[in-house]
């Protein structure tokens, strides 16, 4: 299977505040590349959020806004993509809010959430990213790291896919924004 897995962190609650995004490209069910960047997201960062990531408004000055980053990344998002995130409503969201804030039309592209097919697929107390990498032995060497957090996304479908198959987990995908 061909997909990207992703993840943003933000500067604050608002969902247009990226300062950080990562994404870990699969293709035929291996890990090919990776990308990882920090964003300026031009506006304020609330410490709770500092807290739980550790981007501070220092680190992002020089980085580059959205708009300047959307060109490189923007073909991994089309009608014709795969996409995945571990609780894809926020990752989703956070995109198409930031790209909306540019006056950029947000795309049309397939997800599948990998809460979801967790959800279904385990009974596990919850189904929070560190607990599933626990449960899969899959090694989450920094949570709420975007990269970190976007290579365990990829590998807990992958696992998904290798014990389940392919049928199984296809029920998951659905266009976003939803129609």
């Known amino acids: 299977m061909n997909f990207v897995a992703f993840d943003f962190e933000t500067a604050n609650a608002k969902r247009n505040s990226a300062c950080s995004l990562a994404l870990t490209v699969v293709q035929n069910n291996q890990i090919v590349d990776e990308l990882y960047s920090l964003i300026n997201p031009k506006t304020d960062f609330d410490y709770r959020n500092i807290a739980i990531h550790g ?45 909306e804030s540019y006056n950029i039309e947000p795309p049309h592209f397939n997800v599948i ?5 967790s959800r279904s697929l385990y009974d596990l107390p919850d189904n ?17 790291n975007a990269l970190d957090d976007s290579q365990a996304c990829a590998e807990i479908l992958l696992k998904q896919l290798e014990c389940f198959g392919p049928e199984k987990i296809k029920p998951f995908t659905y266009t976003y924004p939803r129609r």
């Open 113 to 117: 959430d990998t809460v979801k097919t």
């Open 55 to 99: 981007i501070k408004p220092q680190m992002v000055v020089d980085s580059p806004d959205f708009s300047e980053l959307w060109p490189h990344i923007e073909n991994f998002f089309t009608t014709e993509s795969l996409v995945v995130a571990h609780n894809a409503p926020f990752d989703c969201s956070v995109l198409c809010r930031t790209l």
């Open 128 to 144: 929070k990213l560190d607990t599933i990498c626990e449960n899969l032995d899959i090694n989450l060497k920094h949570h709420h």
